[in-house]
C-alpha cells in the first residue's frame, strides 16, 4: 500500500484501507480498536497533532481519547460505524476529526502485523486458504465466511508474540556475539597485523590533524580579509554614498568629476599629464567634449582646477614625452 501524508478525515480511512490493504478492513478495525485500548487508559486524550477535531474554535481544547477512537472503530468492524466521535467538548462528525496519516500508519502496521500473528497461530493448517480468502474478501461476502479470530491485542497472544519477538531478539544478540567473537579471534591472530593497523589509524589521525589545522588557519586568515575588506569598505563609505545617483545630497558635477578623474588617469594608476604632455585643462576639455560635446569654459575651469594635482598647483613644467624613433 502506498504511503500517503498529512491528514485524513476520520470516516475516510476505511475507504482508503479498501483501496489497497491486505487484510479486510473491518478485521483490520476490530484489530486497531483492540489495539488502541492497550496504548492508554480509555480515557486519555490523544495528542492533537495526530487527531483533532476541526470544528474546535480554540485548538487543544476539543481533544479525542483513545477509548472514543476505539470506540469508532469498534462501530467501523461491524458494518455500522458511528457518524459522531466523542470528544471532551461533546460530540463532533467523524469528517471533522483529522487524523495524521503516518501516526495512524504505524497503528495499522502493528495491528495488522497483530492479526496475522494470531492468523498463524489460531487457524489450523488446513484454514489457512479459507482465511486468506476471508481476509482479502469485500465486506459483504466475510459475512458468512470469516472464522471467529481472537484479537492479536489479547493478553495472551500480546505476551506470546513479546516472547517470541525477546526470544528472536536474543538470537540475533548470540549470533552478533558470535560474529564479534570470530572477528576478534582473526584480529587477535597476528600481532603485525595489529601494529598495521595502529600505524594506519595513528597516520590517518596525523593527517586529520593536519588538515584540521590548515583548515583553522585558512579560517583565520580568511576572518582577517573579511575584516580588512569590511574596514575598506567602512573606510570608502562616503566615496560610495557620494557616487550614489539615487541619494539626494550627491552632487552631480561632482559625481562627473570623479568620473573624470577614474579615466583620465586610470582609476589613479597613470599620470595624465607626463604621459601626454598635456596640460590637464586640455585633457579636461577633451574628455568633456568627447562625451558631452563642446564644454563651457568656466566648465572647463572648474575641472582643471579639481583635477590638477597639488604639485602642479605649486608651478613647474610639464613633462613633453619625447618623439619616438621610426
Same mark, same amino acid.
Given at each position: 500500500?502506498?504511503?500517503?501524508?498529512?491528514?485524513?478525515?476520520?470516516?475516510?480511512?476505511?475507504?482508503?484501507?479498501?483501496?489497497?490493504?491486505?487484510?479486510?478492513?473491518?478485521?483490520l478495525a476490530s484489530e486497531v480498536a483492540a489495539l488502541l485500548r492497550t496504548l492508554a487508559p480509555a480515557d486519555h486524550p490523544i495528542?492533537?497533532?495526530?487527531?483533532? !477535531?476541526?470544528?474546535?474554535?480554540? @485548538?487543544?481544547?476539543?481533544? +479525542?481519547?483513545?477509548?472514543?477512537?476505539?470506540?469508532?472503530?469498534?462501530?467501523?468492524?461491524?458494518?455500522?460505524?458511528?457518524?459522531?466521535?466523542?470528544?471532551?467538548?461533546? @460530540? +463532533?462528525?467523524?469528517?471533522?476529526?483529522?487524523?495524521?496519516?503516518?501516526?495512524?500508519?504505524?497503528?495499522?502496521?502493528? !495491528?495488522?502485523?497483530?492479526?496475522?500473528? +494470531?492468523?498463524?497461530? !489460531?487457524?489450523?493448517?488446513?484454514?489457512?486458504?479459507?482465511?486468506?480468502?476471508?481476509?482479502?474478501?469485500?465486506?459483504?461476502?466475510?459475512?458468512?465466511?470469516?472464522?471467529?479470530?481472537? %484479537?492479536?491485542?489479547?493478553?495472551?497472544?500480546?505476551?506470546?508474540?513479546?516472547?517470541?519477538?525477546?526470544?528472536?531478539?536474543?538470537?540475533?544478540?548470540?549470533?552478533?556475539?558470535?560474529?564479534?567473537?570470530?572477528?576478534?579471534?582473526?584480529?587477535?591472530?597476528?600481532?603485525?597485523?595489529?601494529?598495521?593497523?595502529?600505524?594506519?589509524?595513528?597516520?590517518?589521525?596525523?593527517?586529520?590533524? /593536519? /588538515?584540521?589545522?590548515?583548515?583553522?588557519?585558512?579560517?583565520?586568515?580568511?576572518?582577517?580579509?573579511?575584516?580588512?575588506? !569590511?574596514?575598506?569598505?567602512?573606510?570608502?563609505?562616503?566615496?560610495? /554614498?557620494?557616487?550614489? @545617483?539615487?541619494?539626494?545630497?550627491? @552632487?552631480?558635477?561632482?559625481?562627473?568629476? +570623479?568620473?573624470?578623474?577614474?579615466e583620465l588617469t586610470e582609476n589613479g594608476t597613470v599620470n595624465p599629464v607626463d604621459e601626454s604632455g598635456v596640460g590637464i585643462g586640455?585633457?579636461?576639455?577633451?574628455?568633456?567634449?568627447?562625451?558631452?560635446?563642446?564644454?563651457?569654459?568656466?566648465?572647463?575651469?572648474?575641472?582643471?582646477? %579639481?583635477?590638477? %594635482?597639488?604639485?602642479?598647483?605649486?608651478?613647474?613644467?610639464?613633462?613633453?614625452?619625447?618623439? /619616438?624613433?621610426?
Amino acid at each position: 500500500m502506498v504511503g500517503r501524508f498529512g491528514r485524513i478525515p476520520l470516516n475516510k480511512i476505511i475507504a482508503e484501507w479498501e483501496d489497497g490493504h491486505p487484510i479486510n478492513p473491518r478485521l483490520l478495525a476490530s484489530e486497531v480498536a483492540a489495539l488502541l485500548r492497550t496504548l492508554a487508559p480509555a480515557d486519555h486524550p490523544i495528542h492533537e497533532t495526530y487527531a483533532s !477535531a476541526i470544528l474546535s474554535a480554540a @485548538p487543544g481544547h476539543c481533544t +479525542v481519547t483513545h477509548g472514543a477512537l476505539a470506540d469508532y472503530f469498534d462501530g467501523a468492524c461491524s458494518g455500522r460505524p458511528t457518524a459522531t466521535v466523542t470528544t471532551n467538548s461533546g @460530540p +463532533v462528525p467523524a469528517a471533522a476529526v483529522l487524523i495524521w496519516r503516518q501516526w495512524f500508519h504505524t497503528l495499522a502496521d502493528e !495491528a495488522t502485523k497483530r492479526a496475522l500473528y +494470531v492468523a498463524g497461530r !489460531a487457524i489450523p493448517a488446513s484454514d489457512i486458504l479459507s482465511f486468506t480468502m476471508v481476509a482479502n474478501a469485500s465486506p459483504a461476502a466475510s459475512q458468512t465466511e470469516r472464522p471467529p479470530l481472537p %484479537s492479536g491485542s489479547e493478553p495472551g497472544y500480546t505476551s506470546m508474540r513479546q516472547r517470541e519477538q525477546r526470544r528472536e531478539a536474543e538470537r540475533q544478540a548470540v549470533e552478533q556475539l558470535d560474529a564479534e567473537r570470530v572477528a576478534r579471534q582473526r584480529a587477535e591472530r597476528s600481532d603485525a597485523d595489529k601494529e598495521a593497523v595502529i600505524a594506519a589509524l595513528k597516520a590517518q589521525l596525523l593527517l586529520a590533524r /593536519e /588538515e584540521a589545522e590548515s583548515e583553522r588557519r585558512g579560517r583565520i586568515e580568511s576572518d582577517r580579509e573579511r575584516t580588512k575588506l !569590511a574596514e575598506q569598505l567602512h573606510d570608502h563609505a562616503g566615496i560610495i /554614498e557620494f557616487m550614489n @545617483p539615487n541619494n539626494p545630497l550627491s @552632487p552631480e558635477c561632482g559625481r562627473l568629476l +570623479v568620473v573624470a578623474w577614474c579615466e583620465l588617469t586610470e582609476n589613479g594608476t597613470v599620470n595624465p599629464v607626463d604621459e601626454s604632455g598635456v596640460g590637464i585643462g586640455k585633457l579636461a576639455e577633451r574628455w568633456w567634449r568627447h562625451r558631452f560635446g563642446e564644454p563651457a569654459n568656466i566648465v572647463v575651469k572648474h575641472l582643471q582646477w %579639481s583635477l590638477t %594635482s597639488p604639485d602642479r598647483k605649486k608651478g613647474g613644467m610639464i613633462a613633453r614625452r619625447r618623439p /619616438e624613433n621610426g
